[in-house]
């Protein structure tokens, strides 16, 4: 892409991946739909566990790493106006709907991390990603997502860790959220955006077994994302 000599402005909104150069001759739009492509400090590919793209729109609940059809708990709806990457993502109307799956990952005794773009129409309390314990306890569960209008949580049960945030600053937007744990250090992080916004270390190692796991809702007591 070659422009002729002059000023610009760049306009990149947060939608849709768009970034529009303007002159006062001049319109480019951009649009970036590519998925990224994940790699470690020494340039490896990384290649996750599981990746939900949510763009199928004849099955949203395709999981494209084991290839697996998961289950679509009162009709999660696909939306192929409001999304990021790919050619849609996963509307869910905060009143049942949700993702769920018949077998999980162990994550005892392991790090990992967890990354998804969210876009809440509302917040008041709801969940993006839980692990369905029977009985849930401390550091046996394991919920991640909303847990007031203005706190988003990396839970372990009542051993948690909170990021505190103005009230309706996350509504009606694209947010990346990223979550990880060192199991050896039990340090636990919160990315905002690739920023590091909140962090501490748990009072106890994550034990939640190999344990079904849920997208849209929290665990047990509903807490429904929209």
Known sequence: ????????????????GLITIQSSNLVINIQDKSYPILKD????????????QFDNSSNIVYESIRGTNYTNNNSVAFNNTQYTKGNGSALFN?????????????????NF????WSYSLSIFGNYIY???????????????GYKSSTIFSFSF???????????????????FWTVTYNSTTRLQTIYKNGVSVASRTSSSVLNSGDSNYQI???????????
């Open 130 to 144: 839980s692990r369905n314990n029977i009985s849930p306890s401390t550091s046996a569960t394991l919920s991640i």
């Open 1 to 16: 892409l070659n422009l002729d000599a002059g000023t610009y402005n760049i306009n990149v909104q947060n939608t849709n």
């Open 41 to 52: 400090t020494s340039d490896n590919v990384i290649n996750p566990l599981l990746w939900f």
């Open 157 to 175: 049960f009542a051993d948690d860790l909170d990021y505190s945030f103005p009230s309706g600053t996350d509504t009606n937007k694209w947010v």
């Open 113 to 116: 991390s967890i990354s998804f």
């Open 94 to 110: 905060g009143l049942n709907q949700y993702i769920s799956t018949t077998s999980g990952i162990n994550l005892n005794n392991t």
């Open 216 to 226: 849209g809702r929290n665990y047990s007591t509903g807490q429904y994302f929209r």
